[in-house]
């Protein structure tokens, strides 16, 4: 089915060529915890499937945060994975970067995925789209993500294969070729049909850690399948296969690099089946690192000079230690632990001395890296989301957004003596972007703008636990918020008509808030030379 060949890219250098970064998106329970499991199982990460579910536990009973997360099932911390992955001729390095599974952390997922060159889309066989995989997909789609698909729980009954197949095309507006084909649903399902290579590839149910066999055949003529497959399942594979080869659209790899085209393999992932196959797909279909969006220039991952842009910063990841990482995806060049690189922004000289690698759920000393790579930069604060870091060139990654907050709420301290630990505490989760923190201009406290109600309870959770400080969150008269930008001259006329509206962000940025879409429009008549944004870009220059 694969008629189009791989289109011309610049060749990069090959330790480049190998890497596969990509992030993994799926509604809650359809199964990306155990496929990122069995990704790591075949990386070689780890010995044995079970390993992370038991680390997250282990990790979870230390804090309430985290048990939130258990309680409601969503993964809410965020981290980067790197393993290898070898086909017959090639050894591949994956970079697997974790996004949150709710749609309250969609911004955050956003900037994760500003970090990737592809996404694996993870969809229940029984459930098809759900609302989260939809959400997901269209922020995919924003950054024109290239899209692997993979149909999960094929052991479960599950929908008819071309209904799943309709459904994606309808609701996600996207072409989708089948690169396997399934036999069987449920309790019959005994494999799949390798469209792209004509092999079978059965399932071995008693072994869940086992490799399945796979069975190289010449098409779907080959008496090996009478062998192997009962007569009724292989009359029917052949028949569906023949009209999928009809009716939908091959394997074209420039369409799915442009994100118009998803391929789609059936699998379970807990028995271990499809998982390879769908890794094998990364590895062949990629990409390689893509150039990346700057101003004044794109990034290409095959200059040699190194650059990278921060996309997320976790703060007390380790509760006993204030210690903040800052997670940064190397755009370009060969980077060496030591290096001195320049942090933009400050246009300071940073020596990076004790960089981090992910590996599974460890974190190792990162020697070296190569652009494609995410690698976690501990420090006191200096780096920031959007942040730049390179060999001295001023460059600013640009798409790495800061959206308009849809709730905002009052946070008081419920001790009003610890005022300013409130605020230091606030500081810091705008700093990570778990929140947008509002000083208004007028009276005291603070105004917390989030996308999702449940960011709020994360908010006050972690507070107190991080803090030791219980907070409250209440109800305030506003409802939108707007970055002011302009000449200081018309800046300072809007502050000075409208103080009860207005606030200052985190940098000291002037934000316009208000309860009517009314004052928004009044402010942009009134004060031509100011412009109102819903969203800003976090970046630096
Ligand atoms: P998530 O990260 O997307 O939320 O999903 P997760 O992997 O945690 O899987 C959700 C549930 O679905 C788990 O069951 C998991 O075992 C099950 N599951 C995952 N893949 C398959 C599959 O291929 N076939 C079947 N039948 N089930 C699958 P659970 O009961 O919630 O947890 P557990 O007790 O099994 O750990």
């Not at 390879?276 to 040699?304: H, K, N």
């Not at 842009?309 to 980077?335: E, I």
């Amino acid at each position: 089915m694969l008629e189009t060949p791989a289109p011309n890219r610049p060749t990069l250098p090959p330790e480049i060529a190998r890497r596969r970064t990509f992030a993994i998106i799926s509604h809650p329970d359809a199964g990306k915890t155990t496929l990122t499991e069995k990704f790591l199982l075949y990386g070689g990460a780890i010995q044995m499937a079970g390993q992370v579910r038991a680390k997250g536990e282990a990790r979870r009973t230390r804090s309430d945060f985290m048990k939130m997360e258990q309680d409601r099932g969503i993964s809410v911390s965020a981290s980067a994975m790197s393993f290898d992955f070898a086909t017959a001729d090639r050894a591949f390095r994956f970079n697997l970067v974790d996004t949150p599974g709710h749609s309250d952390f969609s911004e955050d997922t956003y900037r994760t995925l500003t970090a990737v060159d592809a996404a694996v889309m993870v969809i229940d066989g029984a459930k098809g789209i759900e609302s989260q995989t939809q959400k997901l997909f269209e922020v995919c789609r924003m950054r024109d993500l290239p899209i692997l698909t993979f149909c999960n729980k094929m052991d479960r009954e599950s929908r008819d294969t071309f209904d799943i197949i309709d459904e994606i095309q309808e609701n996600l507006a996207i072409d989708v070729t089948p690169a396997s084909w399934p036999i069987g649903v449920g309790r019959e399902f005994i494999g799949c049909y390798d469209l792209l290579h004509d092999r079978l590839e059965l399932m071995d149910r008693a072994d869940r850690n086992r490799v399945a066999e796979t069975v190289r055949i010449s098409g779907l003529d080959d008496p090996q399948l009478e062998a192997r497959i009962p007569a009724d399942l292989l009359a029917k594979l052949r028949e569906e296969v023949e009209m999928a080869r009809e009716l939908l659209p091959p394997m074209d790899p420039a369409r799915f690099l442009e994100g118009s085209l998803t391929p789609i393999w059936f699998g379970s992932a807990i028995n271990s089946f499809g998982v390879q196959e769908l890794m094998a797909g990364i590895a062949e279909f990629g990409p390689e690192p893509q150039p990346q969006r700057a101003e004044p220039r794109q990034v290409g991952a095959d200059e040699t000079s190194v650059t990278g842009f921060v996309f997320k910063v976790q703060a007390n990841m380790d509760p006993k230690h204030r210690d903040r990482v800052a997670f940064v995806r190397l755009a370009s060049g060969h980077f060496e632990r030591g290096m001195k690189l320049t942090h933009v922004r400050t246009r300071k000289p940073m020596s990076v001395s004790n960089p981090v690698l992910f590996l599974a759920a460890d974190r190792e000393l990162a020697e070296e890296a190569w652009a494609g790579d995410i690698i976690g930069i501990p420090n006191h604060g200096q780096l920031r989301i959007g942040d730049a870091l390179t060999e001295g060139e001023t460059l600013r990654f640009t798409g790495i957004p800061s959206f308009a907050p849809e709730l905002l709420q009052t946070v008081r301290a419920g001790d009003p003596m610890k005022a300013k630990h409130l605020e230091k505490a606030l500081m810091q989760f705008a700093e990570e972007g778990a929140a947008k923190v509002f000083k208004p201009a007028i009276g005291s406290g603070f105004i917390v703008g989030v996308v999702g109600q449940l960011q709020f309870e994360v908010l006050a959770s972690r507070i107190e636990l991080e803090y030791g400080l219980p907070v409250r969150f209440d109800t305030t008269q506003f409802k939108s918020a707007r970055w002011l930008s302009g000449s200081k001259a018309a800046l300072d006329g809007v502050i000075a008509k409208n103080p009860q509206h207005i606030a200052h962000d985190n940098d000291g940025d002037p934000v316009f808030l208000t309860r009517l879409q009314w004052d928004i429009d009044r402010i942009e008549r009134d004060h031509p030379d100011v412009r109102l944004s819903a969203t800003k870009e976090m970046m630096t220059g």
